[in-house]
């Protein structure tokens, strides 16, 4: 069973950034694509960016130009440069792999901004 393993969430000021990492427990076939996604409290989880197995990008509008996200094929990794970061971009952030076979999700982890 594939594993995703979060990283780099934590307590940050506005303003300031974050660099999140997800990486799969092994090499993972027929990636179709990877992925951010957030769980505010209270409300739906929602996506925050993909990339493709061919590096196409996709962002939510509320972060474009913030947030920027990129993959290492080889580690089948997924990372998030959160920059420029907002009290409302608190959450619970899930890193999401998709396969022809299915669909994995990692625990998540705790990004809070607050001054």
């Known amino acids: 069973q594939v594993q995703l393993a979060e990283s780099g969430g934590g307590l940050v000021q506005p303003g300031g950034s974050l660099r999140l990492s997800c990486t799969a427990s092994?090499?993972?076939?027929?990636?179709?694509?990877m992925g951010w996604y957030r769980q505010a409290p209270g409300k739906q989880r929602e996506v925050v960016a993909v990339?493709?197995?061919?590096?196409?990008?996709s962002y939510a509008d509320s972060v474009k130009g913030r947030f920027t996200i990129a993959r290492d094929n080889a580690k089948n990794a997924v990372y998030l440069q959160m920059n420029s970061l907002k009290p409302e971009d608190t959450a619970v952030y899930y890193c999401?792999?998709?396969?022809?076979?299915?669909?994995?999700w990692g625990q998540g982890t705790q990004v809070t901004v607050s001054s």
């Open positions: 990339i493709t197995s061919s590096g196409t990008t």
């Open positions: 999401n792999l998709v396969t022809l076979r299915g669909n994995l």
């Open positions: 092994r090499t993972v076939a027929s990636v179709v694509r």
